[in-house]
């Protein structure tokens, strides 16, 4: 997909109200949360290919290609192991990484369930780190939802640091996200994001993306604890 005509962006040949009465003309007003957006999950196995869901069935991409237009810090602790737990809800959780909700509750900082260690067997930590990307593509309306797991956060964490030391917010630059095989220290193969910038949104395009993200926020920004999809990542 070619990002350098940015005007191309569907959501930004719109209005922000246009936008929000598209949206309410098919579910009334029903709140969004970031499950109801189409999710992408990072593959396991070290896979390069996104697995991306469209009208027509689901699709393989090399890249996921857009601006992102808001992210969240989420966690979640299960008490019990994946086999045994399914797909319970977490015991303690956390929409922004820093207060948890739940047993045992409290500041996901100095909470020991946080540190490195943790986890069982030692390596990791117990309470699973993710962040959500909300990634607006050119031919979208409403953005989707990238889930990246612990294994992701790092390189996550230096793109955005990396945009923030120019002087640039995450959503004035067109982002490209494909994936890189990597390896734990025990020897497994994953699947890592591997962000980087297709270059700038043109000064002219600025003002009406700002005007989106400030209009959509609201709409996607509303995430109950439970929404974290769970993974061994």
Known sequence: ???????????????????????????????????????????LGGGLNWTVPTLGGEDSAKTLDGIIVHWTAPRAYWAT?????????PD???????MGYGQPGG????????????????????CKEKRMLFLLRA???????IQA????????KKYLLRLASQGLPYWSV?????????????????????????GPVPEEQREKLAEYVAAIKPIIGYMVNTDIERDEA
């Open 1 to 43: 997909m070619a990002l350098k005509k940015v005007e191309t962006f569907l959501a930004l040949q719109n209005t922000p109200v246009g936008v929000l009465e598209t949206v309410k003309e098919n579910i009334g007003n029903d709140r969004i949360t970031d499950r109801d957006l189409d999710r992408i999950t990072v593959p």
């Open 81 to 89: 192991g994946l086999e045994a737990g399914g797909n319970a809800p």
């Open 92 to 98: 303690c959780s956390s929409h922004n990484g820093e």
């Open 107 to 126: 500041e996901c900082f100095t909470c020991p369930l946080n540190q490195w260690g943790s986890a069982e067997g030692g390596g990791g930590k117990a």
């Open 139 to 145: 031919t979208d309306l409403l953005p989707i939802v």
């Open 149 to 156: 797991p612990s294994t992701s956060i790092q390189t996550v």
């Open 174 to 198: 067109l982002t490209q996200l494909s994936l890189e095989k990597a390896q734990s220290s025990t020897g497994i193969s994953y699947s890592r994001i591997a962000p980087k910038s297709s």
